[in-house]
């Protein structure tokens, strides 16, 4: 099977690279501004959630997209 080429990125890593606020993440991910602060909490927090492995691709995917701007 061919591959894309993408790199699954934990949303935590994809703002560290990228700089983007929560809002900035929600509005280019597509998904709500609560979930990505879930994402985003500390691992020791009752409000954080583990991201799904196809939200670590799409992260991903939006991370290569513009690492080709």
């Known amino acids: 099977?061919?591959?894309i080429g993408i790199r699954p990125?934990?949303?935590k890593d994809f703002?560290?690279?990228?700089?983007?606020?929560?809002y900035q993440m929600s509005r280019l991910s597509g998904y709500s501004v609560e979930t990505?602060?879930?994402w985003l909490a500390?691992?020791?927090?009752?409000?954080f959630v583990?991201?799904?492995?196809?939200?670590l691709n799409h992260?991903?995917?939006?991370h290569?997209?513009?690492a080709r701007i």
């Open 1 to 3: 099977m061919p591959q």
């Open 9 to 11: 990125i934990h949303p």
């Open 15 to 22: 703002k560290k690279i990228h700089h983007f606020s929560t």
């Open 36 to 38: 990505v602060k879930n």
């Open 42 to 47: 500390d691992e020791s927090s009752s409000r």
């Open 50 to 55: 583990e991201p799904k492995p196809y939200v």
């Open 59 to 62: 992260f991903g995917a939006i």
């Open 64 to 66: 290569s997209c513009l």
